[in-house]
């Protein structure tokens, strides 16, 4: 059977309908609100051809019929809306991702995925690179007591980590100054994955006359470097999905839950099956059983070609589509840009 073009106008009625109204679609609606130039008659008889070949699925006899996972799959890829966000939306999203962007990356990531879920009124999920990916981009030490140090360590993808170590005795901030300076001269671009005994011993060697700091500080480094092995995960807006009346029902809900606050789920599907810069993932094509009745779009912000985190977005496989991706490049072109202007300006 051909899906030819009369077939493929009806489809995208139908779909256009049910993301809109969230109700089962029969031939007198689409016949109404829709000038295709066709009796209903024959919008039914089409309607059960695209049933048929697999696009529609209708859940009663008397029921309408509602977009297959293979209906929005031919949506997404072929028929829907080149992705756009009038001027206005634009300029707000920008204008609020410049708001928050106070030279951290983690902020703005953080802010960034607030404004997609308020945008897209649907969960929104960012996953950060894991901290052993990473490089070190700035390392510093603070005398805050007399035998107290605060150690910031700011890695390449925006994570900040603080640690407080102890030493045996008063270190003094010319010794400080010096100790710090050359961890920066050999640490910074070098990735943690790096760090091993051997390259610390030679870092030992740097640092003649100051081995009584090293040895204090180094392990408290190392530790803060290499703790953990997973990804950060940060989520949004998880009860929008009850302004969907589909997730009034008892199971859906438990299982959109279920989804949302098991890290190792969202760690799943933030790892796009493909390349791509932009991947959509609908229904059955989603490999975790709790994912099976979502949609999830997802999108990489980079530096300089590096991918350093994906966003996603999780809603019912009736979300709207085309909204959802403008936002997304917007929110993503924009996190570039300020980390970009972030990490390319000197460190003072």
């Known amino acids: 059977m051909d899906m030819d073009e009369r077939k493929i106008k009806i489809l995208q009625a139908i779909i256009t309908d049910y993301i809109t109204y969230g109700e089962p679609v029969g031939s007198r609606t689409i016949s109404k609100r829709y000038d295709l ?26 029921s309408g019929r509602r977009p297959s996972d293979k209906g929005y799959r031919l949506y997404v890829d072929k028929l829907m809306n080149t992705p756009t966000l009038t001027e206005e939306e634009q300029n707000s999203i920008r204008r609020e991702i410049r708001e928050i962007a106070l030279n951290e990356v983690d902020a703005i990531v953080k802010g960034a995925i607030d404004i997609v879920s308020n945008f897209t009124r649907l969960t929104s999920v960012v996953k950060f690179a894991p901290v052993q990916k990473s490089s070190i981009k700035y390392i510093k030490l603070l005398a805050i007591e007399k035998y107290l140090i605060l150690s910031t360590i700011i890695t390449d993808n925006g994570n900040i980590k603080n640690n407080t170590i102890k030493v045996a005795n008063e270190v003094d901030d010319d010794k400080l100054i010096r100790v710090n300076n050359v961890l920066n001269g050999l640490l910074v671009g070098i990735s943690i994955e790096q760090i091993s005994l051997d390259f610390l011993v030679n870092l030992r060697n740097e640092l003649v006359g100051y081995e009584e700091i090293f040895d204090s500080i180094i392990p408290a480094l190392h530790e803060t470097l290499v703790q953990g092995d997973s990804s950060e995960i940060y989520t949004k807006g998880t009860t929008n999905i009850f302004d969907y009346p589909e997730y009034n029902n008892i199971d859906r809900a438990k299982a959109f839950l279920g989804l949302i606050n098991n890290e190792e789920n969202l760690n799943q599907i933030l ?22 009745d979502c949609s999830i779009i997802t999108a990489s912000y980079s530096y300089k070609g590096r991918v350093m985190g994906t966003i996603g977005v999780i809603g019912p496989t009736r979300m709207n589509y085309d909204k959802v991706v403008a936002v997304l490049d917007t929110v993503v072109e924009e996190i570039d840009k300020n980390i970009s202007k972030i990490y390319d300006e000197p460190e003072v």
Request: one cysteine or more.
């Open 271 to 292: 790892t796009p099956a493909t390349e791509e810069p932009l991947y959509i993932g609908i229904g059955k094509e989603n490999y975790i059983e709790c994912a099976k």
């Open 37 to 62: 130039g066709i009796s209903s008659a024959t919008i039914r008889n089409e309607m059960a051809d695209l049933e048929e070949m697999g696009y529609l699925e209708q859940l009663h006899t008397s």
